[in-house]
């Protein structure tokens, strides 16, 4: 079915279309943007006559749901601007100033008002910011009518908070912290409404934090729950994100193991979310070359090309093509990318990255055998400004250390290894102790 016509819906909404009609037009209305437009207007029009012939009359029927369901749309859409008006006005306010109003106004206790702290929260890329966002949001949860908010909606709003709290706290290495916070996050979920889909974002948070600091096998313990969870409800692009997840942590240590689940989840992934297609698509060039299958990478590298990224997706794909560009020769071109790759590492504020992209060339200096340049490493990741200005004395001294290896001429891949991991970790908080490799 195309769309529906207006006499059709004038003879649905006014219960005299058969059985038959009535299913496939109600199907297709909610389906079809244009023909819910459509309906809207229909619906004012016989409302409009009904009132004039009887002020009283109060609409029956299919007409009766669709005028509640968009009048529910209309006052949805109102609250959910009214929040961001209200969101405007306490933004540049201090965290005390933005609580003291929140306790006040009822905009604040309204659910709107909650998701948009909440995906303002996802978002945030400062983690100080987002404890100050987690701290508003509570507030503003326990200040919500119990009338009008169940005590397991209020929960799944809390733990959801939670979750994305702790996914602040693991992108700023807060490791106890954002290990706490998920598991407050899972106490919420559990006296919530028992959504599945809160359940598997927290899994998915608790297998990032497990990853970050090395602990694979867990990681991907928790991803292969959450793609149950998602199998279980027929949601197959979360199957995809899922199985994305997975091979990005793989692709390091099992790049054909990484390539199939890339593999099996391309075809999951929505034509809606070509982003997510895009990054597929990267971490199967990545899996080639490491499978030096660099045919096929430089073939499925030109259509990722094709697409304008930005952000950290722009970054990876450029880390990826430098890659590449090395493994097919051009080592003068991918050094020049490789140094951009950092450069925009630093612009983003994205420090770890920054780190371990300067110890991926690093140790490809090593590999070929050239010293000088890879001491020409150890010297920027000493010496540039901003890094220098955010890395604490530990890590200085890791590099200190890379440095008078190579002069040495005492630099193994083991070591190396162990540095990776060290820095995966601790890129922003130093050791308890500093680490053997340095002593």
Known sequence: MRHVSKSSLGRVLGGTAGKPETALVSDHVFACETCRKLAREVVAEIRAEMQAQRPTSRPGGPLRVLAEIFGLEHETSIDQTLALAERAAMRDHTLKAQKERAGVSRVCKSWPFVRLLIQELRHQGSYEIAENLGSLTAVCIQGMDPSQYSEELRCDLSSEMWAELANARRKAAEWDRATKAIQRADDFREKGTG????????????????????QLSEALGQLVSCREIYEGVEDWPGVARSLIQSANHLSEHD?????????????????????????????????????????????????????????????????????????????????????????????????????????????????EGDLDKAESVCRR???????????????????????????????????????????????????????????
């Open 381 to 439: 990741a000493l010496g540039e400004a901003e890094l220098a200005a955010f890395s604490h004395e530990q890590i200085r001294g890791v590099w200190q250390s890379l440095r008078e290896r190579v002069q040495f001429k005492a630099i193994e891949q083991d070591v190396i290894r162990k540095v990776r991991a060290y820095m995966a970790v601790h890129w922003r908080h130093p050791a308890h102790q500093s680490p053997a490799f340095v002593r």
């Open 255 to 367: 790049p054909l193991r990484a390539l199939g689940l890339t593999k099996q989840a391309l075809p999951l992934i929505p034509k809606a979310d070509p982003g997510l297609a895009n990054l597929a698509n990267l971490l199967v060039v990545e899996c080639l070359i490491e499978l030096d299958q660099i045919p096929e990478a430089a073939a499925l590298f030109g259509h990722c090309l094709e697409r304008h990224e930005t952000g950290r997706l722009r970054i990876r794909r450029d880390f990826i093509g430098a890659r590449l560009l090395h493994a097919v020769g051009y080592s003068k071109e991918a050094e020049r990318l490789h140094a951009d790759v950092v450069t925009a590492d630093l612009g983003a504020g994205l420090y770890k990255d920054a780190f371990l992209d300067l110890l991926f060339l690093f140790n490809l200096h090593i590999k």
């Open 195 to 214: 959504n599945v889909w809160l359940r598997a974002h927290c899994l998915e948070v608790r297998a990032a934090i497990f990853a970050d600091q090395g």
